[in-house]
C-alpha cells in the first residue's frame, strides 16, 4: 500500500504555540510552514523516526504553489500516537529547531548541535565542549519541572 498523506491540524496548533513561545523568528521570516501526517513512520539513516523536517524549493516548491520555497513537518502518525503530550511538545519542538536562515539569508535545515553515541558518553563523559553544554542543558530542563510544566499546560490549553 502507498504512504498517504493528510493534513497534522494537532502538530500545527502545539507548533504555533513553540513559535510564539521560543521561536518567533520563524513568524518574522514568513517562509510558509506546511505540518503533514504520513501514514508510515519516515525513516533517516536507515532508521524509523517519528518525523523529518524537510526544506522544499526549486521545481517541487514551484509544484506546490510556494515559488520562494516552504518548510514542511513530515510526522509519522504511528509513532505519533504513541507519543504522550509532553512527548508530542518536544518532538515538534526539536522539529522546529531544525528551520532556519543560512548564511547567505537562504532557507536552510539546521542540523543537530552535537553528534555522539552513549557508549563513548558513559565512557569519557562530556569531553569537549559543546558535550558539556548539552548535559548541563538536559540537566536544566530536568531539575526545571516548574517552567517547563507551565509551559506544557499554556501549550495543551486551548483556547
Request: proline share 6%; glycine share 6%; with cysteine.
Amino acid at each position: 500500500m502507498a504512504k498517504e498523506f493528510e493534513p497534522a491540524p494537532e502538530v500545527q496548533e502545539i507548533a504555533e504555540k513553540l513559535i510564539e513561545i521560543f521561536k518567533p523568528e520563524l513568524e518574522d521570516w514568513d517562509i510558509p510552514i506546511k505540518y503533514i501526517f504520513c501514514s508510515e513512520n519516515p525513516k533517516k539513516d536507515g532508521r524509523e523516526c517519528i518525523g523529518l523536517a524537510r526544506k522544499v524549493t526549486g521545481f517541487h516548491a514551484y509544484l506546490a504553489g510556494y515559488p520562494d520555497g516552504l518548510f514542511v513537518l513530515e510526522t509519522g502518525l504511528p509513532a505519533y500516537r504513541s507519543l504522550t503530550p509532553n512527548q508530542k511538545i518536544a518532538y515538534v519542538h526539536h522539529e522546529l529547531c531544525h528551520f532556519g536562515i543560512g548564511e547567505m539569508g537562504n532557507m536552510a535545515i539546521i542540523p543537530h548541535d552535537i553528534e555522539e553515541f552513549n557508549e563513548v558518553a558513559e565512557v569519557h563523559g562530556a569531553y569537549f565542549e559543546r558535550l558539556q553544554i548539552f548535559a548541563d542543558a538536559v540537566e536544566k530542563g530536568n531539575s526545571d519541572t516548574s517552567a517547563r510544566a507551565e509551559m506544557i499546560k499554556r501549550i495543551l490549553d486551548q483556547d
